[in-house]
């Protein structure tokens, strides 16, 4: 336990800014090993390396900070004062529920791709579902400005309720994600020729055309997406839930000129 608890040191800077550091901590420590182990599985085959560098990345980092925090949180009970001990109780509620949605990313994933993803259809308030995922987004952040235009009323949608908000929390998280700080992200709905398209539009750096196809793809990022931190499910994932639906989720979008996705479902007849 000991050797993986943090430092005096480690133990202010974690108080001071929270699970950056803590993850930063541990990335540094296992950086040299983990990077010849990638490099090594890298070579065996492309798709190995996908799934190799999302568990080093997207799951190795939020799981030292967690176990991390624990083990110091277990070993320097006693000297650590009450914030301190709310930081770590922090970083460990953040990363777990960072960890959480990774997973169940990667449970949805192999479950579309084995044919087994299970739907329950029901008769879907699209307007009432919008207006619970933006305020939501409102609530959660101030990284964004969130533009809504959702008309009252929208015809109904036949659909999975919890599988068409995870769709549009989605759309949302990619456009705040790729988003500059303090810019707009607008969402709108409408009713046309028998469908309701949702549009989540952004403006941050967009995706060259050549890209326009593989973002959809399993583990499929784009140049820009580098820098942060993503495993390139979220959009697999959106468009086969759209697909389930007999919709479509397109993009729209050119380098330096933002980018909107569009979401069409069949209204009910
Ligand atoms: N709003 C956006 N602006 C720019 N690029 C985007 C946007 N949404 C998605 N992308 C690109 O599409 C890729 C795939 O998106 P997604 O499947 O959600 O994966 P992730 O967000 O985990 O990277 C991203 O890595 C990024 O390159
Ligand atoms: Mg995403």
Redesign the pocket.
Known sequence: AERDAFGEDEVELVTLLGRFVAAAVQNIRTYEAERATVEELRRLSALRADFVSLVSHELRSPMAAVIGSVRTLQTRWPELRPEQRDAFLAVIGDETSRLSDLVG?VLDTSRIEAGTFGYTFSDVDLAELLREATAAVTLGQDAVRLEVEIPPVLPRVRGDRDRLRQLVD??L???I???ELGAPVELDASARNGTVRVR?R?F????PLE?HG???EK???????DA???????????RSFAEAHGGTLR?D?RPGA??T?TLTLPAEP
């Open positions: 990313d989605n759309l998280a990619n456009a994600k790729y988003s989540v952004d941050g750096p967009g995706i890209d593989l973002i959809f583990f499929g990022r784009s140049g820009v997406a942060k931190p993503g495993t390139g499910l979220g959009l697999f994932i959106s993009v979008s933002g980018a996705f």
